[in-house]
Every structure is written in C-alpha cells, then in structure tokens.
C-alpha cells in the first residue's frame, strides 16, 4: 500500500540558510500535519492543512511557513535557521471525515541537521 | 505541561509474555486516544486506536483499554514477540476547539522482547 512520502530524507543547512522540506500524503488524503522530533523528545505538532487550507497551529516558529498544494502535497519552508531547529521533522496524513476523528498516517521523516 | 504521560521509559519482557504499556492523560477533553510504534530511523507507525466513548478495543494480539475516570490507557500485547521490540508512542487528540485531531504524544517507552 502506498505510504506517506517524505523527501529529502536527510538534508544539512547551515546557521541562517534556508530548507523546504516536501510531504506527499497516501492518495485520497486531504488532511495533513507537520510533526519535529528533537532529540530524545516526543513529536510536537507545528501545523495542518485540510483541503489546502490552514487547519490549526502549534508551536511553529514564524520563521517557518508550511502550505498544501493542489494535490495536497505539502511544504514546510524553514528560513534562518538556527542550530535548535535540528530535528526530525514527521509529515502525517489522514482520511479526514468530516468530523470524525481519523488515525494518522506518518512518513518516515526528513532529518534536518543545521550546522 | 506534559499532557500525556508514559512513565515508564523502557520495559523489558519475556518472548511469550504480556507486555503492558501504560499512559496517562491530564486533559479531560482528549476523546480520542492512539497507540504509535517506532523504529529507529522510521515514522511513528499506527497500531490501534480507542474513542472515548468506549473502553477497550482489540486487534489481533493488540488491545487498548481506556478508563477515563482515572485518565489512564494502557496497551496489552500477548503474545509479545521479538519484533515488538520498539518505542511505543501513546498519543491524543481533541479539545482545543475548531480542528481537535492534531496529536499529542507522550514520550514513548521503549519496549524490549527477548527470546
């Protein structure tokens, strides 16, 4: 079955560069969430799109901005880059139905090391 | 403020056995309730999920029961197997108001099957 699909798996930036980082949900899911793992910590939520428009907000820093194309692939675009944004970085997607609360699906993860 | 609580970092058992993985919640508004495994290098992968309207759900070796009187889930696997070997992940949603499903995670026990 096709899975969630996350690229660059591993990608290194430097202090104030800038990375985007893509998410392409499982086919005929219009909701995704964007996820960062630091080291030894569990998945805290940063932001979600359902049908291309923002869904809710967690703790994402303003110097990241996320959207959801028109084949709900998602971008997740990191700007100065700090050497604390070094994290594994999860997308999920989910079979929103409308009002029902849905499992989510998680790609295997882009890990980002700033330098 | 840690909403989701494993407090136990690792558990270790017995090829055969039961494995207990216990989680605690403190929001009472979670009304939907998640288990995640996890391998190294890998995404969170789903396992079983409960509502909170009831209290126990089965799938194969995996059942989740929930008691939310006492903000407690556990998951019980029987028989464990040495590929069960993994962070396990319990997460929730609901109660923030307007898009509930993002997901708040707790900070994994690492289980260990051995042979």
């Known amino acids: 079955a096709a899975g969630v699909i996350q690229s660059p798996r591993h990608l290194i930036k430097e202090k104030r560069e800038t990375a985007t980082l893509k998410c392409y949900p499982i086919?005929?899911?219009?909701?995704v969430y964007w996820y960062q793992q630091g080291p030894g910590q569990d998945p805290q939520f940063l932001i979600s799109?359902?049908?291309?428009?923002?869904?809710d907000k967690g703790s994402i820093p303003d110097r990241f901005s996320a959207q959801q194309f028109s084949d709900y692939h998602s971008e997740l675009n990191m700007s100065s880059l700090e050497l604390g944004d070094s994290a594994l970085y999860f997308c999920?997607?989910?079979?929103?139905?409308?009002?029902?609360?849905?499992?989510?699906?998680f790609g295997p993860g882009t890990r980002l090391t700033v330098t | 403020d840690q909403q989701v609580k494993q407090n136990s970092p690792s558990l270790s058992v017995q090829e055969g056995r039961i494995s207990i993985l216990n989680c605690d919640y403190t929001?009472?508004?979670?009304?939907?309730f998640l288990w995640y495994k996890k391998y190294p290098a890998e995404g969170p992968t789903f396992l079983i999920s409960?509502?909170?309207?009831?209290d126990k759900n089965e799938d194969g070796r995996f059942t989740v029961f929930l008691n939310k009187s006492a903000k407690h889930l556990s998951l019980h696997i029987v028989p464990s197997q040495p590929g069960d070997s993994a962070v396990y992940f319990c997460?929730?949603?609901?109660?923030?108001?307007?898009?509930?499903?993002?997901?708040?995670f707790g900070k994994g026990t690492l289980l260990t099957v051995n042979p």
């Open positions: 999920a997607s989910s079979p929103n139905s409308g009002g029902e609360s849905d499992e989510q699906y």
């Open positions: 086919p005929r899911h219009d909701t």
């Open positions: 799109f359902y049908e291309k428009m923002q869904s």
């Open positions: 929001n009472s508004m979670f009304d939907y």
């Open positions: 409960i509502s909170s309207i009831k």
């Open positions: 997460a929730a949603s609901g109660g923030s108001g307007g898009s509930n499903y993002k997901l708040t």
